[in-house]
């Protein structure tokens, strides 16, 4: 399995539990370093996810979400600087 298709799994197990799930980062295998934000627009609740892990800075971006029920989400229309505030700004996508 790739890198990739492992980060995915991750997102199914976190949208799954509803956001509860205690995942293991899919690139260093800590557990409780990831962490996400959905980003999008709050009545059509189409957007998109970026999930990141805090200690090895691997992340994932997904686009043309549906954002689940239980996610809060930002604003798509905010600030750059609202959007960027959480995210650490040395992430590294992982390659598909
Ligand atoms: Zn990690």
Excluded at 3 to 15: G, N, R, S
Excluded at 73 to 94: F, M, Q
Aim: net charge negative; aromatic share 8%.
């Amino acid at each position: 399995m790739s890198e990739h298709d492992k980060w995915i799994k991750a997102f199914v197990a976190l949208t799954d539990s509803g956001g509860e799930a205690k995942l293991s980062c899919p690139s260093c295998g800590r557990v409780g370093t990831i962490d996400f934000q959905f980003v999008g627009d709050p009545v059509s609740r189409k957007g998109y996810l970026q999930m990141w892990c805090r200690e090895c800075k691997k992340g994932l971006s997904l686009s043309r979400l549906l954002i689940p029920h239980w996610a809060s989400l930002v604003d798509w229309n905010s600030e750059k600087s609202l959007l960027a505030e959480r995210i650490p700004s040395d992430i590294t996508e992982v390659e598909e």
